[in-house]
């Protein structure tokens, strides 16, 4: 298809100076309402054959995007998060502006954490519950993290689909997003996509990861409250029971404890609570293993329950609030550091010496290490 007949435009964040070089286009895409955003009109085209162009949209201003927010426009908050997760240098300015005046209205909600083996269904487990919260007043913002392929970068982002109830609520707002290959499965932004989600209201925030795992445990250092899924019989239980993913939790919950699986379960259950019992707690909070379903909801109540609880204690002993100050340090490092890597590598010099060094030590000529302080080196240079 010729470029006249694709009927694409560059977008707005092309740099000036890209020149032919930079081929970035904006291509019609699947008309309809999607995270909350309306549907578009589509124009007809004279053209037989050739697809149809939707319109651009105009940008909001910054006015635009607080005002919306806050008020529970779904439609611009959808729009604001998709400005903060863009990488576009001339979006970072506008999304850090608009976040620095709704911080002010953030900070109210519960923020949950949930990871699982795959299979262990999480999703289910978050709508039953998330149906649930709803029924009880509250409103909730799911934020699901979808695995990026290394190969291709592309992420299927079907979670609303496995909450398809969940998602039709209005109280409720369903928002997938790239894990782009982030440590832990958390995707870059979603610390600042929680924070715009309870400036828009809502109370309850749930973030699902891509799974669990050594790794996955970057969630960690987001929450209020780390909820571990499991399913029994899916091998040997005290294999789970490591440094890492499981001494972080604050519960863990046995899925799908119902039918033939019950007693399976339950002995789950059992033989994770004697395990935690010699794990090391995180203050006075020590983590207990229950059981649940999904698909029946039994225990799903019992499980918001023992939350609440959580949140009542680490409240009452300054725990709540000093976990959330060293996440916001934490977050702070971690962002320098995320800069001086871009820093380091946009660097004349290091972009000039980078792929010969990378060829040697593909090579085995040269160490890793020699390698690294070589490129180390050029910073030194003026």
């Known amino acids: 298809?010729?470029?006249?007949?694709?009927?694409?435009?560059?977008?707005?964040?092309?740099?000036?100076?890209?020149?032919?070089?930079?081929?970035?286009?904006?291509?019609?895409?699947?008309?309809?309402?999607?995270?909350?955003?309306?549907?578009?009109?589509?124009?007809?085209?004279?053209?037989?054959?050739?697809?149809?162009?939707?319109?651009?949209?105009?940008?909001?201003?910054?006015?635009?995007?607080?005002?919306?927010?806050?008020?529970?426009?779904?439609?611009?908050?959808?729009?604001?998060?998709?400005?903060?997760?863009?990488?576009?240098?001339?979006?970072?300015?506008?999304?850090?502006?608009?976040?620095?005046?709704?911080?002010?209205?953030?900070?109210?909600?519960?923020?949950?954490?949930?990871?699982?083996?795959?299979?262990?269904?999480?999703?289910?487990?978050?709508?039953?519950?998330?149906?649930?919260?709803?029924a009880a007043g509250h409103r909730l913002a799911v934020l699901a993290i979808d695995p990026t392929s290394s190969l291709t970068g592309g992420s299927i982002l079907g979670d609303k689909t496995r909450m398809e109830e969940l998602s039709r609520r209005p109280e409720a707002f369903i928002r997938p997003s790239p894990a782009g290959g982030v440590l832990g499965g958390v995707a870059r932004k979603t610390r600042e996509t929680m924070l715009v989600c309870e400036a828009a209201g809502f109370d309850v925030i749930i973030v699902e990861t891509v799974g669990a795992g050594q790794n996955e445990i970057t969630v960690r250092s987001m929450v209020d409250f780390f909820l571990l899924v499991l399913i029994p019989g899916a091998g040997d239980e005290l294999q789970g029971i490591k440094k890492g993913v499981v001494e972080l939790a604050d519960a863990i919950a046995i899925n799908k404890a119902d039918g033939d699986n019950r007693l399976r379960a339950e002995a789950a259950r059992a033989e994770y609570n004697r395990?935690?019992?010699?794990?090391?707690?995180?203050?006075?909070?020590?983590?207990?293993?229950?059981?649940?379903?999904?698909?029946?909801?039994?225990?799903?109540?019992?499980?918001?329950?023992?939350?609440?609880?959580?949140?009542?204690?680490?409240?009452?002993?300054?725990?709540?609030?000093?976990?959330?100050?060293?996440?916001?340090?934490?977050?702070?490092?971690?962002?320098?550091?995320?800069?001086?890597?871009?820093?380091?590598?946009?660097?004349?010099?290091?972009?000039?010496?980078?792929?010969?060094?990378?060829?040697?030590?593909m090579d085995g000529t040269l160490p890793a290490t020699t390698a690294a302080q070589q490129l180390l080196a050029l910073l030194e240079e003026k």
């Open 1 to 134: 298809m010729s470029p006249d007949t694709q009927r694409s435009r560059k977008p707005e964040w092309t740099p000036d100076d890209g020149g032919e070089a930079f081929a970035a286009r904006v291509l019609p895409g699947v008309a309809g309402g999607h995270d909350g955003l309306p549907s578009m009109a589509v124009d007809a085209d004279p053209s037989p054959g050739a697809p149809a162009e939707r319109p651009a949209r105009r940008p909001l201003s910054e006015d635009e995007y607080v005002n919306g927010v806050l008020a529970g426009d779904r439609a611009v908050l959808a729009r604001a998060i998709t400005l903060i997760e863009s990488n576009a240098p001339a979006h970072l300015a506008q999304s850090q502006a608009v976040l620095r005046r709704l911080l002010p209205h953030s900070g109210r909600a519960i923020r949950l954490g949930i990871t699982g083996v795959p299979g262990a269904g999480k999703s289910t487990l978050i709508e039953t519950l998330g149906l649930e919260l709803l």
């Open 275 to 361: 395990a935690l019992h010699y794990l090391t707690p995180a203050g006075d909070w020590r983590p207990r293993a229950y059981t649940c379903s999904a698909v029946s909801g039994e225990g799903i109540d019992a499980l918001w329950q023992v939350i609440g609880r959580f949140r009542e204690r680490a409240t009452e002993s300054g725990a709540f609030e000093a976990r959330r100050r060293a996440q916001a340090r934490d977050w702070l490092r971690a962002l320098v550091d995320e800069g001086i890597r871009a820093a380091f590598y946009d660097r004349p010099a290091v972009r000039a010496a980078l792929a010969e060094v990378e060829a040697a030590v």
